[in-house]
């Protein structure tokens, strides 16, 4: 059973990484510049300070790892 994201799913923050073993990683792009945030928070993230909701056109992308 998949766990929820919460905020990830839709910030504008996150990189959603899939393994070749179909595994899906959240990736904070915040944490390359900020310490207060983790690389792969733990999910589900139901509070964040670095939230951005996409905007509603955004494609979201997923990067094969």
Known sequence: MPVLPGLCADCINVKVMRSDRESVFYLCQLSFTDPRFPKYPPL????CDGYVQKPPDSAGGVAQT
């Open 44 to 47: 589900p993230v139901l509070s």
